[in-house]
């Protein structure tokens, strides 16, 4: 009878701890799929960042690009300009010169004219021998000044014949430089306005490309804050089942503070006063000059260390900064014999002087430093106490 009594008594116990080790192990199955569920969120997060970044830059540098060949445009305008001025100043002196050569031909025929009529004279008169000059001359005298006379006209008819040659080369030698000068400025004015038009056709395949990312952008940015609400809304379930309704405030007394500070958010404000709007705090922060020392409150074992977070002031920044260490930033996880754990957050980057499996002393081990890294708007320390259950608990000194 007693064997069969004993026999019902532990098969009681058997289910008693079935009833409760099933419920907790799937709790606890909930629980790590969620993590893993923010953990994707966070990656992807990431990666659409980075993407996003990528494509800002990408806009930036097509605004640039773009800028520089307006510039560019703006200056091949103006050389254009100048080169079509040139070409019109060109025209203006060629038209002169063709003035100068019509005036100067016109010249030519009177100066033919002249010549003819000298030479008709001497043909008249006739070309004195030298002989005859002497014979008919009453002195040495007048047959010098014959002489002279007759060598006289024969130059002026030789001194016109070059003149008029040189007139005419002159003549012909600026006006094929001028023409000379009017197509090379032809030829450039060409190539100015081949440049300006590969300049207009690059400009516009940038323009719509710089249109394309924009778009791109615009898309990745609608991405983002996707994931972001939904890394928000799992975060905020996943605290709701570890936690479930957090702990009595000032129920866990502590013989050391971890820094000494003035109260910001209390435990268990709840509503947008605290950072997480709609929940709870689940935990106090202390308000103390930047990089303050922060100690253990309790001996215990550290458990978690993160020490890659950058501090920030305000919640305009990148959201890789503000879910930076799941939101607490830089921050040192301690557990104690008890069971309960110490969360220290939003410590400034580097500060941190403890790692993983280390054991500390409350009141006397220095963690790091206040900072304002992780889901911070300005400097404080978030301390954080979480009892066996993982349900947060308001700490209090005795």
């Excluded at 990408?58 to 079509?84: A, D, F, P």
């Excluded at 109260?263 to 308000?287: E, M, N, R, S, W």
């Excluded at 922060?294 to 920044?317: E, F, M, T």
């Excluded at 969360?343 to 790692?355: A, D, E, F, N, R």
Aim: proline fraction near 3%.
């Amino acid at each position: 009878m007693k064997t069969r009594l004993y026999q019902l008594i532990l098969v009681l116990l058997m289910l008693a701890v079935a009833g409760v080790s099933f419920p907790y192990s799937a709790k606890a199955n909930a629980i790590d799929d969620k993590k893993k569920q923010i953990a994707d969120l966070q990656q992807q997060i990431q990666s659409t960042q980075a993407t996003l970044s990528q494509k800002s830059e990408q806009v930036q540098s097509l605004q640039g690009q773009i800028e520089t060949m307006n510039t560019q445009i703006h200056q091949t305008e103006l050389q254009i300009s100048q080169t079509q001025d040139q070409t019109d100043q060109t025209q203006l002196e060629i038209n002169d010169l063709t003035t100068q050569i019509s005036a100067q031909e016109a010249d030519l025929v009177t100066k033919k004219a002249d010549l003819a009529e000298i030479a008709r004279q001497v043909y008249e008169a006739g070309t004195p021998s030298t002989l005859e000059i002497i014979v008919g001359s009453n002195s040495l005298s007048e047959i010098m000044d014959k002489t002279q006379y007759m060598d006289s006209i024969n130059q002026q008819v030789q001194d016109k014949i070059a003149e008029i040659n040189q007139i005419k080369t002159d003549l012909e030698t600026k006006k094929a430089d001028q023409e000379q000068k009017k197509q090379d400025l032809g030829q450039l004015l060409s190539q100015q306005k081949e440049f300006q038009s590969g300049l207009d056709s690059q400009k516009a395949n940038k323009a719509d490309l710089l249109t394309q990312t924009k778009g791109q952008q615009a898309e990745y940015q609608k991405i983002l804050a996707q994931k972001q609400a939904e890394w928000d809304q799992s975060n905020a379930e996943l605290r709701q089942m570890e936690g479930g309704t957090i702990g009595v405030a000032g129920a866990y007394k502590l013989l050391f503070w971890p820094m000494l500070g003035r109260l910001g958010v209390p435990f268990g404000a709840c509503g947008c006063q605290a950072y997480f709007c709609g929940k709870c705090h689940t935990g106090v922060d202390i308000i103390a000059p930047y990089a303050t020392p922060i100690k253990a409150a309790k001996d215990g074992i550290v458990v978690d260390v993160v020490n890659g977070c950058r501090d920030h002031i305000g919640l305009n920044v990148p959201y890789s900064m503000i879910i930076c260490g799941g939101g607490y930033g830089n921050h040192v996880k301690i557990k104690s014999s008890d069971g309960y754990s110490e969360i220290y957050g939003h410590m400034t980057p580097g500060s941190l002087k403890v790692s993983v499996g280390q054991s500390v002393k409350g009141g006397k081990t220095v963690l790091g430093n206040e900072g304002s890294s992780g889901y911070s708007t300005g400097y404080h320390l978030h301390f954080e106490i979480r009892s066996p259950a993982n349900v947060p608990v308001g700490p209090s000194l005795p």
